[in-house]
């Protein structure tokens, strides 16, 4: 690995422009609340990349800035077959197996803006969420590790329970595309998983 003065590194780049910009503007909209600081928890961090732009925005919108936390276990969360689907998953995988991926993202975090650190806890957000009942509330909550739906459901339901009032949870990434085919069965899907979790 090269010289940390050259900046972050990533190997397999998975968020979009457009991505990272909607995690800049949900923090602005945050901000807009009044508040002087703000939490952020991140479930699902790979590289820090999308960290790093919690981190930038945090410093840009809070006047006292705030914090970033990353649950992830760092370890392959899918069958080799799906990771061997493309190119990234491939990369992916393969780093994931030689450790890279904990290691670029301990690097990587250390460029966040000190206004703003991160920090992380190493595991499964289901099983480690009981351990920031004393972190708690959380301002904005990002979901983006696992992408199945029952460890979906799973981390939604842990969230909730960290949410400071009027914060916002979110997310990233389906297991499924939604399109005409599905359409009515997704919207079934999705009102019945939200009459569950109230």
Not at 39 to 65: I, T
Not at 92 to 101: E, I, K, P, S, T
Request: hydrophobic residues 40%; proline residues 5%; charged residues 25%.
């Amino acid at each position: 690995m090269s010289d940390a003065a050259e900046g972050p590194q990533f190997d397999a780049i998975q968020n979009s422009t457009q991505r990272l910009g909607v995690l800049d503007r949900l923090v602005a909209a945050q901000a807009r609340t009044g508040e002087r600081r703000v939490r952020v928890l991140e479930v699902g961090s790979y590289e820090g990349g999308s960290a790093l732009v919690l981190s930038r925005a945090v410093a840009e919108h809070f006047p006292d800035g705030g914090s970033i936390l990353c649950v992830d276990p760092w370890v392959a969360y899918l069958p080799e077959e799906q990771f061997s689907a493309s190119d990234v998953g491939c990369r992916m995988l393969a780093a994931y197996r030689a450790g890279d991926v904990f290691q670029r993202f301990k690097r990587n975090i250390q460029f966040a803006d000190p206004r703003a650190p991160i920090t992380y806890i190493q595991g499964y957000f289901a099983d480690v969420a009981w351990k920031l009942q004393d972190r708690y509330p959380f301002d904005l909550i990002y979901i983006d590790g696992d992408h199945r739906y029952a460890t979906v459901r799973e981390d939604i339901a842990a969230a909730r329970t960290l949410l400071a009032p009027g914060g916002v949870l979110c997310g990233d990434d389906l297991e499924v595309q939604y399109n005409p085919a599905n359409e009515k069965a997704i919207q079934k899907t999705v009102a019945q998983t939200v009459v569950d979790l109230i």
